[in-house]
């Protein structure tokens, strides 16, 4: 069925350093796909979003990559902050206007 | 902040009970959407309306309904609770209801069901 799920629960890096989070998913008619950072006690935020006729997009010291061939999204952090501590979601929408969420990965920022 | 409110923050209701959830969409938002985040099923999308009218519909109980009114605020009505529906209720809105359209988030209503 379709679904789109994150390979890590938690990911746990050093201040400064670059954060890869990933996520594959199983639709390939998927058009969509968004990332989305959830703090504690809060609803998610958007934080970046990529067609499926790209490869890449990059945002501020966030970049989205897209494979279609092996169906993987990934979000690259680029220097790492403590406020970048949240969980991680990647959405996709392949039907107009509903997101499908993946689990979720927990990234913690060590100092 | 996302500019999506909700109401209200925290709510603790026995089973059996009715409640409802409100969300206040962004400044000229038309779409509004309704997630349930729970620890076992994860972010599920419930239903969407757009400008009105129901547009898109999820994996939601017959025992939940939702409507948007005239002035696009929207509520969420569960009824019938039981202990399984504690759980946090998200809103989101955007501006249509396309593919591309992003979604913006409310802090969302936590709800328990004792």
């Known amino acids: 069925g379709e679904s789109v799920g994150l390979h890590l629960p938690t990911l746990s890096v050093q201040e400064g350093d670059n954060s890869i989070i990933n996520c594959a998913y199983s639709?390939?008619?998927?058009?969509?796909f968004i990332w989305y950072k959830q703090e504690s006690g809060k609803g998610p935020q958007f934080i970046i979003d990529i067609r499926s006729n790209m490869d890449k997009r990059q945002g501020q010291r966030v970049t989205v990559l897209l494979n279609k061939t092996v169906k993987h999204l990934s979000l690259q952090i680029a220097a790492t902050q403590p406020g970048d501590s949240a969980v991680y979601f990647c959405a996709e929408n392949n039907r107009g206007s509903r997101l499908t969420f993946g689990e979720g990965t927990q990234l913690t920022v060590n100092p | 902040d996302s500019g999506v409110t909700q109401t209200p923050k925290h709510l603790i209701t026995a089973t059996g009970q009715r409640v409802t959830l409100r969300c206040s969409p962004r400044?000229?938002?038309?779409?509004v959407y309704w997630y349930q985040q729970s620890l076992d099923q994860g972010l599920q999308f419930l239903i969407q309306y757009y400008n009105g009218e129901e547009r898109a519909k999820g994996n939601i109980l017959e025992r939940f309904s939702a409507q948007q009114f005239p002035d696009l605020h929207s509520e969420l009505n569960l009824s019938s609770l039981e202990l399984g529906d504690s759980a946090l209720y998200f809103c989101a809105s955007s501006e249509g209801w396309g593919l591309e359209e992003t979604q913006y988030f409310g802090p969302g209503t936590r709800l328990l069901v004792l």
């Open positions: 400044s000229g938002d038309l779409s």
């Open positions: 639709n390939s008619a998927s058009d969509y």
